[in-house]
């Protein structure tokens, strides 16, 4: 038995390493699209265009507007002259969040009284007008905290406030949400990978109809399975290497916890994505099928079910229960405890044991459309 796997697996490495283009699809490919999703894929809001309506035009106005201008969160495009300039901005974007500044600001600020900003935040795109709002809500809070502080100094009395908070983000301390993101990134392209490339490969044997020849050779059909997903294995392994590789290289994603189970759980998703290529290589009778189903089955999940990109948390029941249909959801649990949090088995022993029970259906499925299909071409 061994030496008939041997024989298909050494066959069918002779045959990637011939195909030159292939050979660099899959190791070049991989790295292209973890460096331009990385870039591109980015959550963190920075430099939001400000434009100002100073109708007060005072030195305490201008001291709240640069207050606003402190960080890296605002940038000011423009000063406004009059209210009719705002529609415009906002229409065509020149700016995404406008500060109106009445004209008894400093007025009012220098009586100790209340003060009201308003602040007209493009909603077009609901998150980004959100952590916007965030953003200056946090900016006017600190500087009213400031001119109370004042106030309260200038007449001889000690502000003290009964609770001091000291957050502190772990795992992501200066929360970069690129950190967050790259794990999924590594999930969903070896999938896409792994499930593209065996399936090509077992359709091929299809389309110029040497798996007739396997079929009535000595070889069983788990024995034709497995000696072709090994080569299949060996290169997603190199492939996780080169994307770990990458993701230190380009974005300082370093691996804080075991190796050990980084290489473990890297060959249970491998074992279940290289499970999903066979059963598409199964149903499919074509390359250009074959990659269409595999791109489909691999990238959608992937990318809309795993937790890659949307929380599955806030999910509704019924999709929370859909999304276990792809191995990669467990797997990014698997790669953010390892590579962010430095944690253990004991976190994700429960992925390990899905992926292992997926893969195991999986390639049962496969196996028996594949009898079934034979026994239909036999009797027909």
Same mark, same amino acid.
């Given at each position: 038995?061994?030496?008939?796997?041997?024989?298909?697996a050494?066959?069918?490495?002779?045959?990637?390493?011939?195909?030159?283009r292939?050979?660099?699809?899959?190791?070049?490919?991989?790295?292209?699209?973890?460096?331009?999703?990385?870039?591109?894929?980015?959550?963190?809001v920075?430099?939001?265009?400000?434009?100002?309506?100073?109708?007060?035009?005072?030195?305490?106005?201008?001291?709240?507007?640069?207050?606003?201008? =402190?960080t890296?969160?605002?940038?000011?495009?423009?000063?406004?002259? =009059?209210?009719?300039?705002?529609?415009?901005?906002?229409?065509?974007?020149?700016?995404?969040?406008?500060?109106?500044?009445?004209?008894?600001?400093?007025?009012?600020?220098?009586?100790?009284?209340?003060?009201?900003?308003?602040?007209?935040?493009?909603?077009?795109?609901?998150?980004?007008?959100?952590?916007?709002?965030?953003?200056?809500?946090?900016?006017?809070?600190?500087?009213?905290?400031?001119?109370?502080?004042?106030?309260?100094?200038?007449r001889?009395?000690?502000?003290?406030?009964?609770?001091?908070?000291?957050?502190?983000?772990?795992?992501?301390?200066?929360?970069?949400?690129?950190?967050?993101?790259?794990?999924?990134?590594?999930?969903?392209?070896?999938?896409?990978?792994?499930v593209?490339?065996?399936?090509?490969?077992?359709?091929?044997?299809?389309?110029?109809?040497?798996?007739?020849?396997?079929?009535?050779?000595?070889?069983?059909?788990?024995?034709?399975?497995?000696?072709?997903?090994?080569?299949?294995?060996?290169?997603?392994?190199?492939?996780?290497?080169?994307?770990?590789?990458?993701?230190?290289?380009?974005?300082?994603?370093?691996?804080?916890?075991?190796?050990?189970?980084?290489?473990? =759980?890297?060959?249970?998703?491998?074992?279940?994505?290289?499970?999903?290529?066979?059963?598409?290589?199964?149903?499919?009778?074509?390359?250009?099928?074959?990659?269409?189903?595999?791109t489909?089955?691999?990238?959608?999940?992937?990318?809309?079910?795993?937790?890659?990109?949307?929380?599955?948390?806030?999910?509704?029941?019924?999709?929370?229960?859909?999304?276990?249909?792809?191995?990669t959801?467990?797997?990014?649990?698997?790669l953010? =405890?390892?590579?962010?949090? &430095?944690? &253990?088995?004991?976190?994700?022993?429960?992925?390990?044991?899905?992926?292992?029970?997926?893969?195991?259906?999986?390639?049962?499925?496969?196996?028996?459309?594949?009898?079934?299909?034979?026994?239909?071409?036999?009797?027909?």
């Amino acid at each position: 038995m061994f030496n008939r796997i041997k024989a298909i697996a050494i066959k069918e490495t002779r045959q990637l390493l011939r195909d030159v283009r292939m050979m660099g699809v899959i190791f070049l490919f991989p790295v292209f699209l973890l460096v331009v999703f990385g870039y591109a894929i980015n959550f963190d809001v920075k430099h939001i265009q400000l434009a100002a309506l100073d109708k007060d035009n005072s030195s305490e106005s201008r001291e709240f507007i640069n207050s606003l201008l =402190s960080t890296d969160y605002f940038d000011l495009v423009t000063h406004l002259k =009059s209210d009719a300039e705002i529609k415009e901005y906002l229409d065509r974007k020149k700016a995404q969040c406008i500060a109106v500044i009445p004209p008894d600001f400093s007025k009012r600020i220098n009586r100790n009284e209340s003060a009201e900003i308003q602040f007209l935040i493009d909603g077009v795109d609901g998150n980004t007008a959100t952590i916007i709002m965030n953003y200056v809500n946090a900016a006017s809070a600190g500087y009213s905290n400031k001119l109370n502080y004042e106030f309260l100094s200038s007449r001889g009395i000690k502000l003290s406030s009964p609770i001091t908070l000291e957050p502190r983000f772990w795992f992501n301390p200066d929360l970069n949400s690129t950190r967050f993101l790259i794990p999924g990134l590594i999930g969903m392209i070896l999938i896409i990978i792994a499930v593209v490339t065996i399936s090509l490969s077992i359709v091929r044997e299809k389309e110029r109809g040497t798996i007739e020849q396997l079929n009535v050779s000595s070889i069983n059909i788990p024995e034709l399975l497995t000696g072709k997903a090994i080569p299949y294995i060996v290169i997603a392994f190199i492939n996780a290497g080169v994307i770990l590789a990458a993701g230190y290289l380009f974005f300082g994603i370093a691996v804080k916890g075991s190796y050990f189970w980084l290489l473990i =759980s890297t060959l249970f998703f491998l074992s279940a994505s290289i499970g999903i290529g066979i059963l598409v290589s199964v149903i499919a009778d074509s390359l250009q099928v074959a990659f269409q189903v595999g791109t489909l089955i691999s990238l959608l999940p992937s990318m809309l079910l795993s937790g890659f990109v949307f929380p599955i948390e806030s999910m509704p029941y019924v999709i929370r229960v859909f999304s276990n249909v792809t191995p990669t959801k467990f797997y990014i649990v698997c790669l953010r =405890s390892i590579l962010l949090k &430095g944690a &253990g088995i004991e976190v994700f022993w429960e992925q390990l044991l899905y992926m292992a029970v997926f893969t195991v259906i999986v390639v049962i499925a496969a196996s028996k459309i594949y009898y079934k299909k034979q026994l239909k071409e036999l009797n027909g």
